[in-house]
């Protein structure tokens, strides 16, 4: 199974890559996590108190907390 780590460095470099083309890398990065924070809000909205609720909370949580360096695999 994935772990939360890998689902937040994928969910950013995934916004990061397609859909950050900015000229600036702080906005670049602004705009990826935003991207990827909202999905990981989407889906705690759909799973209310679900199995996996905690896994997605702390994928959340690694977005949140996390720079550029630590989210960004290519």
């Known amino acids: 199974m994935i772990t939360a780590q890998e689902k937040a460095n994928e969910l950013y470099t995934k916004a990061y890559s397609r859909w950050c083309f900015e000229l600036s890398h ?3 990065y602004i705009t990826a996590k935003d991207i990827a924070i909202n999905i990981c ?3 705690l909205g759909y799973m209310g108190a679900d199995r996996g609720y905690e896994w997605w909370t702390e994928v959340k949580a690694i ?3 996390s720079n550029h360096q630590e989210l960004y695999k290519n």
């Open 63 to 65: 977005l949140t907390n």
């Open 41 to 43: 809000n989407e889906v």
């Open 26 to 28: 702080e906005k670049n």
